[in-house]
């Protein structure tokens, strides 16, 4: 047993090593990605060293804090600057400037925050055209044909009841349905001609969210809200 295990050992250590080594070397990169300003290159290695390892070495979270805030994923990058912080003492050389991002990532949350045009990662909206910004259509009513009206229940639309008295005379009756109308009002449009469905598009909000990053400042084109 013992003799089978230090074969293991021996087997997987260099490769062990290996692996960790080229990890390292995963982490520098992205690391050098964030300083040269590449953000996304620097967020697909982040990526593909967490897959690896599952979690992200203290020390490079700043730099993953980083590229996150710059590529507009603010609520993250101000997750993974709290795991800095928290096991971070301040005497590392990148507490300075990890503060200095955690003020500014503070300062964009709030401006999202105060925000009423950008959703909670700071994309803006946009009014959905199609609806007119309401978040339903009107549909046709195809019960009544657009007249708003159906022939009356009451009387089958001939206006008039007709009831035999106790001498067995028959009586007839205006129809208190219609009151001799024949017609009544259309019970799926309510008489209005077209009833309302939901607008599957935007959702029922009357907007669409954008990939564009939001300004915070209102000015309205024709093509909707925009920065
Ligand atoms: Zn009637
Ligand atoms: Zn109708
Ligand atoms: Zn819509
Ligand atoms: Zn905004």
């Known amino acids: 047993m013992k003799k089978a295990c230090c074969l293991f050992l021996l087997l997987f250590l260099p490769l062990r090593a290996q692996e960790s080594e080229s990890l390292e070397f995963l982490w520098r990169q992205a690391k050098g990605d964030v300083i040269q300003g590449k953000y996304l290159s620097a967020l697909e290695r982040y990526e593909e060293a967490v897959e690896r390892v599952g979690f992200v070495p203290t020390e490079f979270c700043y730099y993953l804090a980083k590229a996150l805030y710059k590529m507009h994923e603010i609520t993250v990058a101000d997750r993974v600057l709290s795991a800095y912080f928290l096991h971070t003492p301040e005497e590392d050389s990148l507490y300075l400037r990890a503060s200095l991002l955690r003020e500014e990532i503070k300062m964009g949350i709030d401006e999202i925050r105060n925000c009423k045009l950008c959703d909670s990662e700071g994309f803006r909206y946009i009014k959905h055209k199609d609806c007119g910004s309401m978040g339903y259509r009107l549909r046709p009513c195809l019960e009544c044909d657009q007249s708003g009206e159906l022939l009356c229940t009451a009387c089958q639309g001939q206006g008039i009841w007709i ?34 469905i939901f607008c599957a598009e935007c959702g029922g909000n009357g907007y669409l969210l954008t990939d564009h990053v939001c300004s915070h400042k209102e000015k309205i084109t024709k093509q909707g809200i925009e920065n």
């Open 163 to 196: 009831r035999q008295n106790r001498l067995f005379q028959f009586v007839y009756q205006i129809c208190p349905g219609c009151r001799g109308s024949l017609k009544q009002k259309c019970s799926a449009c309510g008489g209005k001609t077209h009833t309302l």
